[in-house]
């Protein structure tokens, strides 16, 4: 098993700046380098103070890149909707060359109706959206001359300066919360599958999984591939001390996702079945339940251990876990130390220690 660490900034301006969220994020990620951990990520969202503070994780990944050694560096995930695959692909490979071929591209469809009206892009054509632009940014990336023709985008001839390091191209994820087809989809195209286990119930998951695994083999690729999962990690000596920070944490993540996933009660959208569900979740909301449900990991080392037993016992023991941490509001030093704890009193435990 491998461990890596998250950023999903949950501040805005009345929060904290910019500068000093950048900062502390940086901090954390040069950290878990030290100790360890096997890749940093950071979402793209927008405008609310659910993610909104990372706009684009390219330039994120760009300061990491400079300030660590060895650790991967994953979009978790970069939004081709919102981009133009010719731009998208340019400065995915700057990203792999400026980090001597550290980059993993996660992909994501994105969720949120108000990001797409303020870009003006249609929700429901996200998905034929999606396919075709992770279908020209791979062009880009392995072939010259490349003429585009597609429903969305034409170009061409055009030839990619400058390629990516890692060759035919950097490892591909794709993110999806509760789509079984973006799972079946992710399979047939090869990519490797990125799982947010907070979304589902744990049988949801696992039919997730196993949709994804079977459309990998049926198309013919190599291996079961990757699949990670992120979850919210808050670790300390003192397991209620612990889960007095992730009550505190969570419930305002909770909060601002509601913020957030507002418009779902008066969009609804074809591509998107069933995402009302995610409104009402906000509105359900049960730290208690959550915790008890392992879909946050909470407590002394011991205690998340266990957690990550009965996790491993759902899903397999070959699943990556990414530690979502540091919002911002907590202070920066929880974070550090609770990443400290983990690589040092958790990880070691598994198949695959993260120092």
């Given at each position: 098993m491998e461990f890596g660490v998250t950023f999903f900034p949950t501040v805005g301006p009345a929060d904290k700046d910019g500068a000093t969220y950048y900062d502390e994020a940086l901090s954390v990620a040069e950290h878990a380098d030290t100790l360890g951990f096997q890749h940093v990520k950071i979402v793209e969202h927008y405008f609310f103070r659910y993610g909104g503070y990372s706009?684009?994780?390219?330039?994120?990944?760009?300061?990491?890149?400079?300030?660590?050694?060895?650790?991967?560096?994953?979009?978790?995930?970069?939004?081709?909707?919102?981009?133009?695959?010719?731009?998208?692909?340019?400065?995915?490979?700057?990203?792999?060359?400026?980090?001597?071929?550290?980059?993993?591209?996660?992909?994501?469809?994105?969720?949120?109706?108000?990001?797409f009206a303020a870009f003006g892009v249609s929700?429901?054509?996200?998905?034929?959206?999606?396919?075709?632009?992770?279908?020209?940014?791979r062009r880009l990336w392995t072939e010259e001359d490349v003429v585009w023709e597609g429903r969305f985008h034409k170009f061409g001839p055009v030839t990619l300066q400058p390629r990516?390091?890692?060759r035919p191209h950097p490892p591909t994820h794709v993110a999806t919360a509760m789509s079984l087809e973006s799972c079946e989809s992710a399979g047939r195209a090869g990519h490797h599958l990125l799982l947010v286990p907070a979304t589902s119930s744990v049988e949801k998951a696992q039919e997730m999984l196993g949709a994804y695994r079977a459309a990998r083999a049926a198309a013919g690729h190599e291996g079961p591939g990757r699949v990670q999962f992120s979850y919210p990690t808050y670790v300390a000596e003192d397991g209620d001390e612990a889960r007095r920070l992730a009550r505190k944490?969570?419930?305002?993540?909770?909060?601002?996702?509601?913020e957030a996933v507002s418009a779902w009660g008066r969009v609804?959208?074809?591509?998107?079945p069933g995402y009302e569900r995610i409104l009402e979740a906000t509105r359900t909301y049960d730290f208690d339940k959550k915790l008890e449900a392992d879909k946050l990991l909470a407590g002394s080392p011991a205690e998340v251990r266990a957690q990550i037993e009965r996790i491993q016992g759902w899903f397999g023991p070959d699943i990556t876990l990414s530690l979502t941490i540091h919002s911002g509001l907590l202070p920066v030093e929880v974070a550090k130390r609770s990443t400290e704890l983990f690589a040092r009193q958790v990880a070691p435990h598994f198949a695959t220690p993260a120092r």
């Open positions: 706009p684009d994780p390219v330039t994120f990944l760009a300061a990491a890149a400079a300030r660590t050694r060895r650790i991967r560096l994953i979009t978790g995930t970069v939004l081709p909707a919102f981009t133009h695959p010719v731009k998208l692909a340019g400065k995915l490979a700057m990203l792999d060359n400026l980090s001597h071929g550290r980059l993993e591209v996660g992909f994501g469809r994105a969720f949120l109706p108000d990001e929700i429901d054509d996200s998905r034929a959206l999606f396919e075709e632009n992770v279908e020209a940014i990516p390091v890692q944490d969570d419930e305002a993540y909770n909060q601002r996702m509601a609804s959208s074809s591509a998107y």
